[in-house]
């Protein structure tokens, strides 16, 4: 079967890259709760996406568009501002190690003005690399992973099928941090159910502290229809928590986790308050604005339902 083009999944901080698919789905695809439960993994062919590059390069010294390029090869760079490239998709670091090297040189070697590259990466990916690997990477510029633990709790990783402990995580985060790559890291609020949400806010508190990231972002579980936690939910063996205890959990993570130097942020979309900063130093703001919503239990303040987003 020919590759096909991934939908545009991307952090909010890497809106303005290019985007270059490598592969299409998640090589973990057994996460409970994901839309990528089940999905196969796909990767594209290295000399197809060289044949990418060379049309991007073309479009942007001469703005010739080339009939049999997918049009959203133009459309991305049309409206590229930076000078960063993020990999697609789910896990684009499970790329096999030599060829990822060969693209990252291509890239390099056609657009020496590219500053960042940066990709989703599972904690497993960076198992299977060593310092040394990451850090030829590095040198190719990939500057930044964004990996998912979503909990610290191994009671909760291994609920949802995560495929790691929370020690495997800290040890995967290690490698990329002594190779110089920055880490991005997300968790999921809620992802203990209601039994469960004491527990996995502490452990997640825990984690971010060992793993020590230069940014964290936490995000509130929505259940994704089909998948096997929208299932359990529905034969009540699983109880999602109300707004309210999404706040308790963040309170929990942001009082509790001891960061050197961390931009912290519950901005996204599936969140029900939105805070953010740099931690230490912005903690006690931060947890001033949970606690006034917490003690006046006040939910016009939060982000209604019908406005949250995956
Ligand atoms: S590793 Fe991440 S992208 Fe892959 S299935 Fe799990 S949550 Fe989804």
């Not at 789910?90 to 291509?106: F, I, N, R, S």
């Not at 020690?167 to 203990?192: C, H, M, N, P």
């Not at 996204?268 to 001033?288: E, I, T």
């Amino acid at each position: 079967m020919s590759f096909q083009r991934p939908q545009i999944f991307r952090p909010p901080s890497e809106a303005r890259s290019y985007f270059l698919p490598l592969t299409q789905g998640c090589s973990n695809n057994s996460c409970s709760f994901c839309r990528y439960n089940g999905a196969q993994l796909h990767v594209r062919d290295v000399e197809e996406i060289k044949e990418e590059i060379d049309a991007l390069d073309l479009y942007l010294r001469e703005g010739v568009c080339l009939p049999h390029i997918h049009p959203v090869v133009y459309q991305v760079a049309s409206h590229l501002t930076t000078k960063r490239v993020f990999l697609q998709d789910g896990d684009a670091l499970v790329y096999p190690y030599p060829k990822l090297v060969e693209v990252l040189q291509y890239l390099n070697v056609k657009f020496p003005w590219l500053e960042k590259i940066a990709a989703y990466a599972t904690p497993q990916d960076l198992l299977r690399r060593s310092v040394e690997e990451l850090k030829v990477l590095k040198e190719l510029k990939l500057d930044i992973v964004y990996v998912g633990p979503e909990s610290g709790d191994d009671e909760v990783l291994k609920h949802v099928n995560k495929g790691v402990t929370h020690d495997e995580i800290v040890e995967g985060t290690r490698r990329a941090k002594e190779a110089g790559i920055s880490l991005s890291v997300t968790v999921l609020l809620g992802l203990g159910g209601v039994t469960g949400s004491e527990r996995h806010a502490h452990e997640t508190a825990r984690i971010l502290t060992e793993i020590d990231p230069e940014y964290a972002g936490a995000l509130t579980l929505t259940l994704v229809h089909g998948t096997p936690l929208y299932e359990e939910s529905c034969q009540g063996k699983f109880e999602l928590i109300s707004p309210l205890q999404s706040l308790n959990e963040l309170k929990t993570i942001i009082e509790n986790a001891d960061f050197t130097n961390c931009f912290f942020s519950s901005m996204h979309a599936s969140n029900y308050l939105a805070v953010r900063g740099v931690l230490p130093q912005d903690r006690n703001r931060m947890l001033g604005q949970l606690s006034h919503v917490l003690k006046t239990e006040d939910e016009s303040l939060l982000r209604p339902e019908f406005m949250r987003e995956l």
